[in-house]
């Protein structure tokens, strides 16, 4: 990883937003800029130098990993070290100085205390997505993880499907998932998997319970793991017993919708555009109103990153981006669907991250 590179664009950024410094809070952002991977740590990126804080525990992890920063080992917590450090260097005594925080990311506590050891030497100025902008577009070297983690992840389905059966626990399933990404590599989880049988498919966020899954009903699972520190994410929803007319016809709408608004992935269109196809494949049979969710978000060192794939988001689509594109269905009392795969975005289309078959699977 180029976390040197990185730096320097980020510098520019400020020189461009006249900040004199900015202070990295968020871990993930730390972790994107200099590769610091601990729990512990405050990046302060400066045109003159960058220096990177943490405390004893992490003395010798930070010597190997950090780059593009001088690493401080403080005996104070890192963001009280942090204002320490800018106080004795000096900074703002030769104009007023201008200190970037991380607002989204920041606490009020965190904030004010930052206000009060500065002593108002330093004009705090929030930003917003500084870091995150720039990582919304992977590199080749982040592209490879990411495929390495969505593969690793699609291979998981394969456990679910030896384990669903009707009388079998949600949480065994989902147990027999994440101990076979273990076995198999991953770092852990993206995100606790979430294994939704019978008539509790129709939550969308439904987390594995203690629910046994009943003898016939969809089974939504969606799960993904860590590698590399880069996060995977992918949803099959399966069928348990004879499906019905109408489950096929609610399962295959699904899946028509993910495959339009996949066709509709390149570079050049808005994310909005991207909502729509699906959205709109699924008003043409019927069931938009059934579909209570954005269409999909950006994947990276979080789960959960910038763009939004949803409606009225006007974010354009560059090559780099890693996106997940996964309508769903979901009709309280009955049962849901939802159909979800990672794609990387390419200057005339899209390429499907563990592309594999998506023809409803009865069990």
Known sequence: MDHRGRLKKLQSVLERDSLDVLLVTHLPNVRYLCGFTGTSGVLAVCEDGNVFLTDGRYREQARAEVRGA?????????????????????VGRKKPRRLGIESEHLTVAGRTQLARLLRSEL????????????????????????????????????????VIRPGVKENEVAAEMEYAARRAG????????????????????????RAAIPSRGFVVCDFGVILSGYCSDRTRTVHVGRATGEARRMYEAVRE?????????????????????????????????HFTHSTGHGVGLEIHEPPRIAAGQTEVLRPGMV??????????????????????????GCEVLAPASKELITI
């Open 186 to 209: 991953a770092e852990e989880m993206s995100f606790p998997t979430i294994i939704a049988a019978g008539k509790r498919s129709a939550l969308p966020h439904g987390r594995a319970s």
């Open 123 to 162: 004009r705090l100025r929030e930003t917003r997505g500084l870091v995150e902008r720039a990582r919304m577009v992977k590199d080749a070297d982040e592209i490879a993880c990411l495929r390495a983690a969505a593969s690793l992840g699609a291979s998981l389905f394969e456990r679910a499907l030896e």
């Open 257 to 289: 919708a993910q495959a339009v608004a996949i066709e509709t992935v390149r570079a050049g269109v808005s994310v909005g555009e991207v909502d729509h196809a699906a959205r709109n494949a699924l008003k043409n049979k019927g069931l938009a109103r």
């Open 323 to 348: 996106i997940t594109v996964e309508p769903g269905v979901y009709i309280a009392g009955s049962g849901g669907v939802r159909i979800e795969d990672m794609v990387v975005v390419t200057e005339r």
């Open 70 to 90: 001088r690493v401080i080992i403080a005996r104070k917590p890192p963001l009280a070290a942090a204002a320490e450090w800018l106080m004795e260097n000096k």
